[in-house]
């Protein structure tokens, strides 16, 4: 197998898509190589992006849910555990230096567009954004954070990432055929943000092929972590059992042998007898995952350099599917922990569906707790009530203040708020602001204490 884990290495593309892929959108610093021969590019833009206050903001931003456990994931921990998952992942599959730090800049960015309150703000902004003919994600928001919203130099926008990295956010698990994307969760290319498109245009994304594998590792890795770790924190909260989780993983002997000696190790309280169980169960589930995606992923590598379609490692954009992925039968038991763990974390106002690990979507158009704070917040935010900090006040008074026709401010000030609340607010400050001035609604939740952030 080793000279198909060669031929998708970043250094078996051809010379042009190798610079091709470090290419920068702006003029910024040359090139650099260590002393052992590889271009540091990709490094740098797994730095820029550690760097930025985007991505710093990530630790308020939850995981599992508001105000849980204090051992479950925020969204930074989640981010690194995932970044570790994609090293062990090109490691495993023999991929060099360059693809790990490629991989690993990927994951970085990939939940930087999360709003305050994640997937529940997300649904209510998106909410509020349609009612004004506009759209919303957190896909597209995390390539304007990264593209328009940050800065880290005087002379441009964004973070001036380098080409790969831009791709690998922008197709994450889908490519788009006809403008259509072919993936779950129906993103459309015309919602991918404009400097996203002109880059496209003048570069060219390949936003019609597959993800290159470094892109297609990330989004594996993203799933293996989140995966792993929600069943960690779904335990720490009593949201999972341990046998249930056990019947959807064929863990091995060994595996199940450390479970149980944790579950039975003497002079343990409860709460920490739990806790050692979830972690061993978790890091146990995450070694299986990613043994399944190495297993699985050789033999796709395998039969496609057979067929002779894999010749240089750019040709992994232009397969029939994508070769990054779990066996079939992984997969199965991997989306029905995925739409149990809609229904049990995000709570979602309906009972499980049979075919649940088929329809996410159907378990996402159900009204989720906490969009009401977020709606909440947002009117707020864009009435004034509800002050934006620094700068983004300075910006809100100046739309205000522009004599613009009401339904284009009204537009203005909506995108102001949805980039206030993708890049400077948190969950605590939705959350303060409705326990201060919203009591009636805070008094809902506050019937059920664990799910609120504590204040």
């Known amino acids: 197998m080793q000279n198909a884990r060669l031929l998708v290495d970043f250094n078996s593309r051809s010379l042009a898509d190798q610079a091709h892929g470090t290419t920068r959108p702006y003029p910024?610093?040359?090139?650099?190589?260590?002393?052992?021969?590889?271009?540091?590019?990709?490094?740098?833009?797994?730095?820029?992006i550690a760097d930025s206050q985007a991505f710093r903001r990530l630790k308020d931003i939850f995981?599992?849910?508001?105000?849980?456990?204090?051992?479950?994931?925020?969204?930074?921990?989640?981010?690194?555990?995932?970044?570790?998952?994609?090293?062990?992942?090109?490691?495993?599959?023999?991929?060099?230096?360059?693809?790990?730090?490629?991989?690993?800049?990927?994951?970085?960015?990939?939940?930087?567009?999360?709003?305050?309150?994640?997937?529940r703000g997300e649904r209510?902004?998106?909410?509020?954004?349609?009612?004004?003919?506009l759209h919303w994600?957190?896909?597209?928001?995390?390539?304007?954070?990264?593209?328009?919203?940050?800065?880290?130099?005087?002379?441009?926008?964004?973070?001036?990432?380098?080409?790969?990295?831009?791709?690998?956010?922008?197709?994450?698990?889908?490519?788009f055929v006809d403008h259509k994307p072919q993936n779950i969760f129906e993103h459309e290319k015309n919602e991918l943000p404009d400097s996203i498109?002109?880059?496209?245009?003048?570069?060219?994304?390949?936003?019609?092929?597959?993800?290159?594998?470094?892109?297609?590792?990330?989004?594996?890795?993203?799933?293996?972590?989140?995966?792993?770790?929600?069943?960690?924190?779904?335990?720490?909260?009593?949201?999972?059992?341990?046998?249930?989780?056990?019947?959807?993983?064929?863990?091995?002997?060994?595996a199940l042998a450390k479970v149980k000696f944790q579950q039975e190790a003497p002079g343990l309280g409860t709460e920490e007898r739990k806790a050692a169980v979830a972690h061993v169960l978790c890091m146990e589930i995450r070694n299986f995952l990613i043994n399944d995606v190495v297993t699985q992923t050789e033999?796709?590598?395998?039969?496609?350099?057979?067929?002779?379609?894999?010749?240089?490692?750019?040709?992994?954009?232009?397969?029939?599917?994508?070769?990054?992925?779990?066996?079939?039968?992984?997969?199965?038991?991997?989306?029905?922990?995925?739409?149990?763990?809609?229904?049990?974390?995000?709570?979602?106002?309906?009972?499980?569906?049979?075919?649940?690990?088929?329809?996410?979507?159907?378990?996402f158009s159900k009204r989720m707790p906490y969009e009401d704070f977020m709606e909440e917040a947002f009117d707020a935010c864009v009435s004034g009530e509800m002050k934006m900090r620094g700068d983004w006040n300075d910006r809100y008074q100046a739309i205000k203040a522009s004599g613009l026709p009401d339904e284009e401010a009204k537009k203005k000030i909506a995108q102001l708020v949805c980039e206030y609340m993708t890049c400077e607010a948190t969950d605590r400050d939705v959350v303060d602001f409705i326990k201060a001035n919203r009591p009636q609604i805070h008094a809902h939740y506050a019937q059920e204490p664990r799910l609120l952030l504590p204040g």
Not at 124 to 133: D, E, F, P, Q, V
């Open 28 to 48: 910024d610093e040359a090139a650099t190589q260590d002393p052992r021969g590889y271009t540091q590019e990709f490094y740098q833009d797994l730095q820029h």
């Open 63 to 119: 995981q599992f849910r508001p105000g849980t456990h204090h051992q479950v994931q925020n969204r930074l921990t989640h981010t690194i555990v995932a970044s570790n998952v994609g090293e062990t992942l090109c490691r495993n599959l023999g991929l060099g230096q360059e693809s790990i730090d490629l991989v690993k800049a990927i994951v970085y960015a990939h939940d930087i567009g999360h709003p305050a309150l994640c997937h």
């Open 124 to 133: 209510a902004i998106n909410t509020r954004m349609s009612a004004l003919g």
């Open 137 to 175: 994600n957190h896909d597209a928001a995390g390539l304007s954070v990264v593209n328009d919203w940050s800065r880290r130099d005087a002379h441009f926008n964004g973070l001036n990432l380098t080409l790969d990295v831009l791709e690998g956010l922008a197709k994450r698990y889908w490519h």
């Open 197 to 254: 498109l002109e880059i496209d245009r003048k570069y060219d994304l390949h936003l019609g092929k597959n993800n290159h594998i470094e892109g297609q590792i990330a989004c594996l890795s993203d799933w293996v972590g989140y995966i792993s770790t929600d069943v960690e924190d779904g335990l720490l909260v009593g949201e999972f059992s341990v046998d249930e989780i056990l019947e959807r993983f064929p863990l091995s002997a060994g």
């Open 299 to 363: 033999k796709n590598l395998r039969e496609a350099q057979a067929q002779g379609l894999l010749n240089k490692a750019e040709d992994v954009r232009d397969l029939g599917k994508l070769m990054v992925g779990f066996s079939p039968e992984v997969l199965k038991n991997v989306k029905r922990i995925d739409a149990i763990g809609i229904v049990r974390i995000y709570e979602v106002e309906n009972t499980l569906p049979a075919s649940a690990e088929q329809n996410f979507q159907t378990l």
